[in-house]
């Protein structure tokens, strides 16, 4: 696609690509919607439901308006009528399905895939959108891992985790803007804040470890949707 993968523009400077690249706030809630959009059509929407079984970074794929499409379903499957989650009895390689950080801690026991695994997925990319740190990261180890990292951090720390391109390019943003319209208030960190507070708690919610109490997609999209419009009212109420 155009604009290559979600992967290259959130971890560019480890890339050989030439230029680096950012996403700012609003960009990044988009692509969380668009991604959270594609999981609700597939669990929710399909005639027979798919679990994606491998949500991550690199299987987002961004077109020339940056709006997001989930892609390589290499490792789907579709999810049984009957009992709403798909068993695996193939041979042991098969039992962990999906990458190292993204796969649900589940995932690695003998059990039936569900949505529940897509979920923690989920979660932990929208983690790592908004931190700028791999579920990977040399940080995380003794069972210490994003999700903690995150939640230790609510709501008090949020600028210590947040990816600190998401505060710069807002100061850009706000220095152009007082530059044209003096008399307008300035929009301020905690704003930013308030926002990243609340995309954190939806992905903190969705990757708990219990698989039962994670949020469904269908709440994480409905979730998504009223920060950012409360983060474009605020917008609005700048100009």
């Known amino acids: 696609m155009a604009n290559g993968s979600l992967e290259d523009w959130l971890h560019s400077k480890d890339s050989t690509l030439v230029e680096i690249k950012n996403l700012n706030l609003h960009q990044r809630l988009n692509i969380a919607i668009d991604i959270a959009c594609a999981v609700a059509y597939l669990h929710v929407h399909c005639e027979i439901p798919i679990i994606h079984c491998d949500l991550k970074p690199s299987n987002v794929l961004l077109d020339d308006e940056l709006v997001a499409h989930v892609g390589d379903f290499g490792l789907a499957r579709f999810l ?22 993204y796969t649900a801690p ?13 979920m923690y997925s989920f979660g932990i990319l929208l983690l790592e959108m908004f931190t700028g740190k791999r579920p990977t990261n040399e940080m995380f180890k003794d069972g210490f891992n994003l999700h903690n990292f995150v939640q230790d951090s609510l709501p008090d720390r949020v600028e210590e985790i947040a990816d600190s391109v998401l505060f710069h ?50 709440d994480a999209v ?3 949707h009223s920060i950012r419009d409360a983060l ?8």
């Open 169 to 218: 390019s807002r100061q850009v943003d706000t220095i152009e803007s007082m530059r044209s319209h003096e008399s307008h208030a300035f929009m301020g960190n905690s704003k930013i804040e308030k926002c990243l507070i609340s995309v954190f708690r939806v992905g903190v919610s969705c990757s708990v470890t219990s698989p039962r109490e994670r949020m469904n997609i269908s």
């Open 106 to 118: 589940e995932c690695g026991m003998r059990s039936e895939l569900s949505t529940y695994g897509d």
């Open 80 to 101: 049984s009528a009957d009992t709403q989650s798909s068993s695996i009895h193939q041979t042991s390689s098969s039992l962990v399905r999906g990458t190292i950080g």
């Open 232 to 239: 474009l009212k605020t917008e609005i109420r700048r100009v």
């Open 222 to 224: 409905n979730e998504l």
